[in-house]
């Protein structure tokens, strides 16, 4: 078969699959991407397959998120709590089916924009490649500083960067004089469920538990579907007015630029400029949905492939959470010394195969949630029980830990996820904080205690 054929199946079952986890509300980007993302890699799949599979993925991610944002009022993931003010207007207005179709629809158009843009600056940056590859340790040490500072947590989040280095370097030390071996996807997996394990942690907590607990069940009113095109494709150029296709192009072309930047503060940042320069409730709220969604693709890949094909290191909050296995997966791909996708594909390449994943999850994707999004969704709330989605991705993780380190490794997954998710929770220090900490912990602890 063909690396062709390969990444075109790769990327359907990328966008199936995330195409059905988006409808369930709540699923946190990186708890599924980086477990999936890693049995992609360590099955074997080459290269540009686990590129397509990866793009394919969060395309279909980010457009059915849109569902349980518009449909239920709740947000579809991290990424859509930005959404819900505007798509709270269009629900008390009666539109929430307006509000689903201008989120996907720019979903779909800030996605295709992303794709070459991100690939052009990377090649561009590309060019000081070695200065970062020299400097890695000291690199990942300043953006952590950084990333921290405009975290949720900011000063506690800077306060805490050495002690929780300290605390990393302790696990992977007492890891090594067992299997004689450094680990990384266990590290990888323990920073990814962290939060969603530490909400099973507080539910098991008799003086905790009622924090997570509510009085009564929610209710949830389903707006009647409506249809407003002819035939099963709608084109999203017509289900956008002219000034909302090009708020949500310019948008979406500036913030793939910002790689460095919080795709969830881009995403409220875009929306803002846009909801300033809009007038009427309707308009603004639409306007808005359309461009965040378009922004939240367009952030998202843009960080995960600028850092991929300049340098081939995790210097983004994407690359540090949800794409982090397409720079690290050992041992098929590291980033020290750089042995990933950004040595064994071409900036060509990238275009190609991303483009696959992109074209394969819009025509799944979003024709499935223009015109099935309220059966799909009284489907999920009737059948799937989120404490079993939940379980899925423990056991995924305990299956991967086990895969690179035996029982050290469930266990060394299981005490990172218990003190990064409760420094997530409790203190605000974001996953990308805790990524970019394991990257440079080994140079912290050289400089400040020479280990």
Known sequence: MTTLMIAIIA??????????????SGTDETAIMVPFTLI???????????LAFFLAAVLAKHLTHAVPTALMGIPGDTMAVPLMEHASVLKRLGMPHIALRKMISGGVIGAFIALPTAILLGQFLGQFGEFFKTYTGLIFTIAAVIIAFFSKGKWVSVLMIIPLAFFI??????????????????????????????????????????TLEKPKPKEYHL??????????????????????????????????????FSPVGMTSLMGEITAARTKGAYKKSTSSLSVMNGVTESTYI???????????????????????????????????PVNNLHS???????????????????????????????????????????????????GLACLLAFYEAGLVGIVLTFTMATVGGLLNRILGIG????????????????TLFGL
């Open 11 to 24: 990327a359907i079952i990328g966008a199936v699959l995330f195409a059905l986890i988006g409808l369930i």
């Open 431 to 446: 996953s990308g904080v805790q990524f970019m900490v394991f990257y440079g912990s080994t140079w912290i602890m050289m």
């Open 169 to 210: 370097k302790g696990l992977d030390t007492f890891s090594f004089s067992i299997l004689e071996k450094h680990l990384s996807i266990s590290f990888f997996l323990g920073i990814a469920i962290g939060p969603m394990f530490s909400d099973l942690l507080i539910a098991l907590s008799s003086s905790s538990r009622h």
């Open 302 to 336: 843009a960080e995960a492939l600028i850092p991929l094909v300049a340098f081939g290191l995790p210097l983004s909050p994407v690359a540090l959470g949800p794409a982090s296995p397409l720079f690290n997966a050992p041992p098929v791909f590291s980033s020290d």
């Open 40 to 50: 992609v890699i360590l099955l074997g799949a080459p290269p540009a397959a686990v």
């Open 223 to 260: 707006a009647p579907e409506t249809k407003a095109w002819s035939g099963y494709f709608p084109n999203p150029f017509r289900i956008l007015t002219r000034r909302q296709t090009a708020f949500t192009s310019g948008a979406t072309f500036l913030s793939s630029l910002t790689f460095v």
């Open 344 to 394: 064994f594909l071409s900036p060509s390449e990238f275009l190609l195969y991303g483009a696959i994943g992109l074209v394969v999850a819009a025509l799944i994707a979003y024709p499935f949630s223009m015109n099935y999004a309220r059966k799909a969704t009284i489907f999920v709330m009737n059948k799937i029980s989120q404490e079993a989605i939940i379980g899925m991705f423990i």
